[in-house]
């Protein structure tokens, strides 16, 4: 990836303790290009109404601002309609709109939900929740010690009690890809739903939701180089036709009494209340630059980086990574000794160096491998291989540090 690359993102020319900024927590949240902020700004500047409500030229420029943003991304993954983009505030609400409405109106009481041991809060949490309501209960599949999905154990879980399969495309703590593709039609087989947690995937994966056959797809902008508060649940017509809103109010109704109320059409049916309507905006420009960099040549980067650098940190004494699965994201979490995460972290902070450490909201997993937390490294399409060479100086500084 040339410098040029790199000039699109403002942010990066920063000092941060007096060193040029190296940042690596792209699993957090990216770093944004000049072009998704400045649609913003141009959006807030020129077209700035709301939508779907105005008869006057404004409202409708906002209004075809906000769709066209809502077409590029069914394109981008390929939907088969239009309509089968809801926007959400993030990957979370997506995950909880499943639950309380999918989840709400067919489960019962022993009714199953299949996970995985690797997933983040947001694909635990809003499950047990819909638990609670309606007696429903987890089931998980058990990972290998690499970070591999026990896919065995996945197909002795499911059974005529299963109600859904919610699973990561990609894991935010391990990197581990898991075999989607092979998982949603496992559980097809079975008439299963599969709902993909793809936070960690998209802006990294060409995702394709109709040759995946996927149910669900969940995303978050704010992980794809785009704005924060903003994400999209992909859901087949079908299966949004039968669902129910989950929060109601304006532009999701076609009528209102106080008898009753009769709901809009897809996508406004999810869509209750005035909606962050400039981030979509943003959202289309995201879209407009991956494409314009071009998904593939993001991918092969990044699987050069995280070749480099897993190269690299073995070369680290004391250093252990967490997550060796063959099919990996850019990301490496590891430990280093017995030193805490939150220290390696600091003190990579002093250099200028941004990393994660913790237990990156999947606090199970941490369980499954026994330990508290981890320091991660997560790179995106602006990082180099200079970067880690100056993280892996660091690192020998840190374990100087601790060794004293
Ligand atoms: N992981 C991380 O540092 P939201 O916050 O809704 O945009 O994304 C939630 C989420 C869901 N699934 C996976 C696999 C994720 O990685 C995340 C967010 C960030 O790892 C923040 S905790």
């Not at 105005?54 to 069914?74: D, P, V, W």
Request: with cysteine; glycine share 6%; proline share 4%.
């Amino acid at each position: 990836m040339d410098n040029k690359i790199r000039q699109l993102f403002p942010i990066l020319q920063n000092k941060i303790n007096n060193k040029p900024l190296i940042y690596l927590d792209n699993a957090a949240t990216t770093q944004k290009p000049r072009s998704v902020v400045e649609a913003i700004e141009h959006f807030y500047f020129n077209d700035n109404a709301n939508i779907h409500r105005g008869i006057y030229k404004l409202s409708q420029r906002a209004t075809n601002a906000y769709e066209k943003s809502r077409k590029n991304i069914a394109e981008f993954i390929n939907a088969k309609y239009t309509h089968e983009i809801i926007f959400v505030r993030n990957t979370t609400e997506a995950i909880n709109l499943v639950a309380q409405s999918y989840g709400y109106k067919n489960f019962k009481p022993g009714d199953e939900i299949i996970i995985s041991t690797m997933e983040h809060h947001s694909n635990i949490v809003p499950w047990q929740l819909i638990c609670k309501k309606t007696g429903a209960k987890l089931q998980v599949i058990n990972i290998h010690e690499n970070g591999e999905l026990d896919f065995n154990h996945y197909e002795k879980l499911i059974n005529n009690r299963t109600k859904i399969v919610a699973i990561a495309h990609a894991s935010n703590t391990l990197g581990t890809v898991n075999p989607i593709k092979k998982i949603i039609a496992a559980a097809h087989a079975h008439n299963i739903p599969v709902l993909i947690d793809g936070a960690q995937a998209s802006g990294h994966i060409q995702i394709d939701v109709q040759n995946l056959d996927c149910d669900f797809y969940a995303f978050s902008a704010h992980k794809m180089y785009g704005p924060t508060g903003i994400g999209i649940l992909y859901g087949k017509e079908a299966l949004l036709n039968s669902m129910p809103p989950y929060q109601g109010g304006g532009d999701m109704i076609k009528k209102v009494t106080f008898a009753e109320t009769e709901y809009a059409d897809l996508p406004q049916k999810f869509e209750a209340g005035t909606p962050n309507i400039a981030d979509v905006v943003g959202f289309g420009a995201t879209i407009d630059f991956i494409k314009s960099v071009g998904i593939d040549v993001i991918a092969k980067h990044e699987k050069e980086l995280l070749k480099y650098a897993t190269a690299a940190f073995s070369n680290v004494k004391g250093l252990k990574i967490i997550g060796t699965a063959p099919e990996k994201t850019s990301i490496i979490s590891f430990i280093l000794d017995k030193i805490h995460p939150h220290d390696v972290a600091t003190i990579l902070d002093t250099e200028g160096i941004a990393v994660r450490a913790g237990h990156h909201c999947t606090m199970p997993l941490m369980e499954f491998y026994n330990i508290p937390g981890t320091t991660r490294a997560s790179f995106g399409l602006y990082n180099t291989k200079e970067e880690i060479d100056i993280l892996i100086e660091a690192l020998t500084k840190v374990r100087k540090i601790f060794s004293r």
